[in-house]
C-alpha cells in the first residue's frame, strides 16, 4: 500500500511539472500588443461574425438577404484596400418582398478604412463599402452607394 502511494505521489508531481512546463512553453511573449501579432491582411466580416478575405459572394441585407453580392472577382486585396468586380443581386420588393424579384446590377466593390475589430484586436477588418453601379442601378439608388460595415 505505502509503495502505491508513493508512486501516486511521483506520478501527480511529475504530471504537474509537465504542465507547467507545457503552459510556459506555449505562452506567448509577456509584452506582445496586439498590434505586433496584428493579421497582415485585414478580413471583410459577414453577417454572421466570421471573417473573409476575397469573398466571392457577400451578404449585404442580413436581416432579410435582399441584396447580396454575387461572382466577386478581386483585382486588390492590400492593407490599405481591396477592389472586386462582380453583381449586385436586389430584390425589387414589388408588391413586397416575399413575391419580389431579384435583379442583378453590375457593380465595382471598394473596401477601404481597415481598424481593429472589436471581437479580436489582433485583426483589421474593413469597416467602408463603396459600390459604384456601371450603368442600371436598383430604384432609388445613387450610382455610388456607400455602407458602414458591421464589426
Request: charged content about 20%.
Amino acid at each position: 500500500m505505502r509503495g502505491s502511494l508513493v508512486g501516486t505521489a511521483v506520478t501527480l508531481a511529475a504530471g504537474a511539472m509537465l504542465t507547467a512546463a507545457m503552459t510556459t512553453a506555449s505562452a506567448g511573449p509577456p509584452n506582445a500588443s496586439a498590434a505586433q501579432v496584428r493579421s497582415t491582411q485585414p478580413v471583410l466580416v459577414d453577417c454572421s461574425f466570421q471573417r473573409n478575405v476575397r469573398p466571392a459572394d457577400f451578404i449585404l441585407a442580413c436581416g432579410d438577404g435582399n441584396s447580396r453580392l454575387l461572382g466577386l472577382h478581386w483585382t486588390e486585396w492590400s492593407p490599405q484596400g481591396a477592389v472586386a468586380e462582380g453583381v449586385n443581386a436586389v430584390n425589387d420588393c414589388k408588391p413586397y418582398c416575399a413575391a419580389g424579384k431579384f435583379h442583378s446590377y453590375r457593380v465595382t466593390v471598394r473596401l477601404d478604412r481597415p481598424a481593429p475589430w472589436q471581437k479580436d484586436p489582433g485583426v483589421d477588418r474593413f469597416t467602408r463599402m463603396r459600390l459604384t453601379y456601371e450603368n442600371a442601378r436598383p430604384e432609388g439608388f445613387d450610382q455610388v452607394v456607400t455602407y458602414p460595415l458591421w464589426g
